[in-house]
């Protein structure tokens, strides 16, 4: 690496899956904080699937992408240098690195980490950050389960959605998880804990549906959308709530939904709630120690594939990602 700065930027917005001829990639001296501010080697980049979204020209939950400036990206580094009284050299931060060695920011915009000696520390940018907080709350704020029902889980094998699996387990909850092959599934049924999980990929959703859940479902826990979210809500109970934490299926420019599914939803007096984690920021500090001592319980399991290879590697990450390779959380490693 030396003291020279690789940063990925967006030059094209994909029509479809991001490949590299959508980025110009260049190298500049590594850069020098200012006053009150810190320089962090960017360590880990997280792939999550709506960092597609973030190419795009509409703007999602965040601003949408500006072409010509570094990829944005969540990243947890190290600070190696700082002109702030609030962090010291060597403390570990999460932040908006993005696709790039080092950047400076302000103090205030980067999130200490305090790692467990037993915990590894790449699992405090994935389950012991936003993504548990993200499940935490989908399950215990806008599904609230009461112990005995039902709860199903799309995308369950990945970062968000196998820990939402495993918190409404704790919460008392049937949980059944649709995942893309019998690996996942196998990993969510024997070492999650959880009641059933269907394979999309070899198996027909609906039939199997209605072999494990002939009482109906209270809750969805949704990340993916299109014809699976049809048939789940084609099976919901009175007054059923679903939390609509993402639609993969139409990041890259796919998915519709059925108006007769969604019928369902006032047929059946059931809410449907968007939700972004930025709502719940403020429940970190009490949420994110509840996760941690789930994890050193071994009442939370998780998977977390690090990829090696810098941030060239992070396209495929995202390939990875959305072609269902991906073994549990997606990180690359710079």
Same mark, same amino acid.
């Not at 889980?153 to 196998?162: L, M």
């Not at 409404?168 to 019998?182: Q, R, S």
């Given at each position: 690496m030396g003291n020279l700065n690789e940063q990925w930027r967006l030059i094209a917005r994909p029509d479809d899956e991001a490949s590299v001829d959508h980025f110009?990639?260049?190298?500049?001296?590594?850069?020098?904080?200012?006053?009150?501010?810190?320089?962090?080697?960017?360590? /880990?980049?997280?792939?999550?699937?709506?960092?597609?979204?973030?190419?795009? +020209?509409? +703007?999602? /939950?965040?601003?949408?992408?500006?072409?010509?400036?570094v990829m944005m990206g969540i990243t947890l580094g190290v600070v190696e240098e700082s002109n702030s009284s609030d962090l010291e050299v060597g403390t570990y931060v999460n932040g908006m690195g993005g696709w790039q060695n080092w950047f400076v920011t302000q103090s205030d915009q980067l999130q200490? !980490?305090?790692?467990?000696?037993?915990?590894?520390?790449?699992? /405090?940018?994935?389950?012991?950050?936003v993504q548990g907080l993200t499940a935490y709350q989908g399950i215990t704020e806008v599904c609230k389960p009461k112990?005995?029902?039902?709860?199903? !889980?799309?995308?369950? =094998? &990945?970062?968000? &959605?196998?820990?939402?699996?495993?918190?409404?387990?704790?919460?008392?909850?049937? !949980?059944? &998880?649709? =995942?893309?092959?019998?690996?996942?599934?196998?990993?969510l049924t024997s070492e999650?804990?959880?009641?059933?999980?269907?394979?999309?990929?070899? +198996?027909?959703?609906?039939e199997r549906l209605d072999e494990l859940v002939p009482e109906g479902i209270d809750m969805i826990y949704?990340?993916?959308g299109g014809p699976i979210m049809d048939a789940l809500l084609d099976r919901i109970n009175d007054h059923a709530r679903i939390a609509l934490c993402g639609l993969i299926s139409s990041y890259n420019g796919g998915g519709v939904q059925s108006t007769t599914s969604l019928n369902q939803i006032v047929i059946k007096t059931a809410r449907i709630e968007g939700?972004?984690?930025?709502?719940?920021?403020? +429940?970190?500090?009490?949420?994110?120690?509840?996760?941690q001592d789930w994890v050193l319980s071994n009442k939370l399991k998780y998977k977390v594939e690090v990829i090696d290879g810098g941030i060239s590697a992070t396209i495929g990450a995202m390939s990875n990602i959305f072609h269902g390779r991906n073994k549990g959380v997606q990180l690359v490693r710079f």
């Open positions: 110009e990639v260049s190298e500049s001296e590594k850069p020098v904080p200012g006053d009150n501010e810190v320089l962090v080697r960017n360590l /880990y980049l997280f792939i999550p699937p709506s960092m597609r979204l973030w190419m795009n +020209e509409k +703007e999602s /939950y965040f601003p949408a992408q500006q072409l010509g400036e200490p !980490v305090s790692p467990h000696p037993d915990i590894p520390l790449e699992t /405090y940018r994935t389950v012991l950050d112990t005995g029902e039902t709860l199903v !889980v799309t995308a369950a =094998a &990945g970062s968000v &959605g196998s820990l939402a699996c495993q918190i409404g387990k704790i919460m008392g909850a049937k !949980v059944i &998880g649709i =995942a893309g092959g019998a690996e996942k599934c196998d990993w999650c804990g959880i009641d059933a999980a269907i394979d999309y990929k070899s +198996e027909n959703v609906a949704e990340n993916v939700f972004l984690v930025r709502d719940y920021m403020h +429940e970190y500090e009490r949420v994110i120690p509840i996760l």
